[in-house]
């Protein structure tokens, strides 16, 4: 083979891995943008088991997307649970609302 044919089947291999690398980064990226701890944990659809983390002031979680796109994160805000619907490939941040002083999420830039 010439050098023409290796420069092809490179540009043939990295084609056929791009989606693969694509696909093992999407998963569930939440970010912490309150000032306080936040206890959380997120369920698979029909399911009591849960993936538990703490999440600190300014920091992040991330989770590789296994088995379906959508989770159910349940963060326990003071008295009361923050419940929302994840899905994979997005990244969402805990936000404490300044309209209405109650924490939420919402879907934000990478940063």
């Keep these: 083979m010439n050098g023409k044919t290796y420069a092809m089947v490179a540009f043939a291999a990295a084609a056929l891995a791009a989606p693969a690398a694509v696909t093992a980064q999407v998963g569930y990226h939440l970010r912490n943008d309150t000032r306080q701890t936040q206890s959380c944990r997120l369920h698979r659809p029909h399911s009591a088991a849960a ?24 963060c326990d805000v003071g008295t009361t649970a923050l419940i929302s619907n994840l899905r994979a490939g997005y990244n969402y941040a805990l936000i404490l609302d ?14």
């Design 51 to 74: 993936d538990r983390f703490i999440l600190r002031p300014g920091e992040a979680w991330n989770r590789p997307a296994e088995g379906g796109d959508s989770r159910r994160l349940v």
């Design 98 to 111: 300044p309209e209405t002083g109650r924490f939420a999420i919402q879907i934000v830039p990478l940063r």
